[in-house]
């Protein structure tokens, strides 16, 4: 069956440090995106792909980065992790506007 | 801006009543909307979804309702069971991407 996976389901890291989360999606989709969820704000877009060597800022994007060298991957890199990226990261894909497919989520702590 | 609202944090419903989620928003261009359930420590899943050209759409105890001219949408769970405690957001795809609600919790009291 097809899936999207992260890893590492949980990190803590300190500040200052780079940090990567990866996101692997075997549907063959060309969208792909990364959200961040904290309480009170719902599922905020830091970053997404519409297919390899695209990517484009969403609402949240300062102090991020990504890079999509193929279709089944998006990792996600803090240049530089500040407390206030602590939260919990989801990968989703999709195909055009069908429904988006979701990762199982990242718990990121920086302290 | 935030173009697909939820306005209700919390909902708490007796098991075997009905559950009204809401959901607003306010690009009129939208023609397509999902309601995603997202349990703790896992990720948001597709529940079910509606397009512009209906005003209602079921499966099983979940109808979907969309009214256009008030921009509002509503997920009504009828009966409420315990299992159905979760996150749920609503969102409206545009442009390839995703607009999503800030997410209502529901807990479903036995």
């Known amino acids: 069956d097809a899936e999207i996976t992260q890893s590492p389901r949980h990190k803590i890291t300190e500040t200052g440090r780079q940090v990567t989360l990866a996101c692997h999606q075997t549907w063959n989709h060309n969208n792909m995106f990364w959200y961040r969820q904290d309480l009170g704000h719902g599922l905020r877009l830091i970053h997404y792909s519409y297919g390899v060597q695209d990517t484009n800022k969403g609402e949240v994007s300062d102090g991020y980065s990504v890079s999509r060298s193929n279709t089944e991957d998006l990792p996600l890199t803090l240049e530089s992790a500040a407390s206030s990226q602590t939260s919990v990261y989801f990968c989703?894909?999709?195909?055009?506007?069908?429904?988006?497919?979701f990762g199982q989520g990242t718990r990121l702590t920086v302290v | 801006d935030q173009q697909v609202k939820q306005n209700s944090p919390s909902l708490s419903v007796q098991e075997g009543r009905i559950s009204i989620l809401n959901c607003d928003y306010t690009n009129s261009m939208f023609d397509y909307f999902l309601w995603y359930k997202k349990y703790p420590a896992e990720g948001p899943t597709f529940l079910i979804s509606i397009s512009s050209i209906k005003d209602k759409n079921e499966d099983g105890r979940f109808t979907v309702f969309l009214n256009k001219s008030a921009k509002h949408l509503s997920l009504h769970i009828v009966p409420s069971q315990p299992g159905d405690s979760a996150v749920y957001f609503c969102a409206a795809p545009w442009g390839n991407q995703f607009y999503f609600g800030t997410g209502t919790s529901l807990t479903v009291i036995p």
């Open positions: 989703a894909s999709s195909q055009g506007t069908a429904e988006a497919f």
